[in-house]
């Protein structure tokens, strides 16, 4: 669903999405996307268990087509990988 709306826009994309709908996504290369932690370790099929496996996590996503990569963990700080690096 989400890949077909993205289809049929020339907006940029903002997804709160993970897994396969995430996956789906990607090649069609959204602006941001900001699934939480364990969203993202369901995405990337792994457990996180370090900021350094976050990191490693986020950059597989931008790789794969999404330009920003914001993740939550709760009350921790956001952690956010973009163009320029990391923030």
């Keep these: 669903f989400y890949r077909q709306l993205m289809e049929q826009t020339t907006a940029r994309v903002i997804l709160d999405a993970r897994g396969p709908e995430l996956i789906e996504c990607l090649p069609l290369r959204p602006f941001l996307v900001k699934p939480n932690r364990e969203e993202l370790a369901m995405t990337v099929r792994r457990p996180l268990e370090s900021n350094d496996d976050v990191v490693a996590a986020m950059s ?4 794969a087509g999404a330009e920003w990569v914001v993740v939550s963990d709760g009350p921790s700080p956001l952690m956010a990988l973009g163009p320029s690096g990391l923030h």
């Design 60 to 63: 597989e996503i931008k790789a």
